[in-house]
């Protein structure tokens, strides 16, 4: 006679659930590690230079209220110079229109002064100091001089100076104001091209992990 042998049926112990559920724990977050890491290996890729914000000071960025206001008055600013400087060379080579050219800088003046004042809350938000913090160093040092250029204009205009050296001094702080613009401007696209780096190779099929 055949015996007929039923198989064995092994019902599974806490034991092997216990460690089913740690594997699981465990290697659940190793793809987010890698990635990490791979960030971590493209930033040190990057000259630290290039790297305007960390992790953390992108996101006090966002978050930052003034974000919006510098990133309004900026162009605002600008545009007031541009309107300041055309009335200014038009006193300057005509003789004409003094009240407008001044009513211009003193403008352009007070647009300096908010975004200042403002620019130095943001930077307080950002990067915990008012002034002079290592990234915006030189920016805030010509800034400096752009204040003190449009104070002596509006001085200047108070005690009466001649209107024409007046002015000149008023083109000398638009010189300096456009010479930080211009590299704020450079230091922002040079900051994106390194984000866009790093991006490019977190994303890359054979990024490192």
Do not use: C
Not at 6 to 19: E, F, G, I, K, M
Not at 46 to 55: F, G, H
Not at 60 to 87: H, N
Not at 122 to 133: N, P
């Amino acid at each position: 006679m055949t015996l007929l042998q039923t198989p064995s049926v092994r019902h599974p112990t806490p034991d092997d659930v216990s460690l089913a559920s740690s594997d699981r724990v465990i290697s659940a977050p190793a793809e987010v590690v890698a990635q990490d890491d791979a960030s971590s290996h493209a930033a040190h890729a990057i000259p630290s230079r290039a790297l305007l914000y960390t992790p953390e000071q992108k996101i006090r960025r966002d978050q930052s209220p003034w974000t919006m206001v510098q990133g309004l008055l900026a162009p605002l600013q600008l545009l007031a110079m541009f309107v300041s400087v055309a009335l200014v060379v038009r006193f300057l080579g005509t003789g004409q229109g003094l009240d407008a050219a001044n009513a211009s800088v003193i403008i352009k003046t007070l647009f300096l002064y908010v975004i200042m004042v403002t620019g130095a809350i943001w930077e307080k938000d950002v990067f915990g100091q008012y002034l002079f913090h290592e990234k915006f160093f030189w920016e805030d040092v010509v800034s400096m001089g752009v204040i003190a250029l449009h104070t002596a204009y509006l001085y200047g205009l108070y005690a009466g100076w001649d209107p024409t050296t007046n002015l000149r001094i008023a083109l000398a702080g638009y010189a300096f104001y456009t010479v930080n613009a211009t590299q704020f401007l450079l230091k922002l696209r040079a900051a994106r091209l390194a984000d866009a780096a790093i991006r490019a190779a977190v994303a890359a099929p054979g990024a490192p992990a």
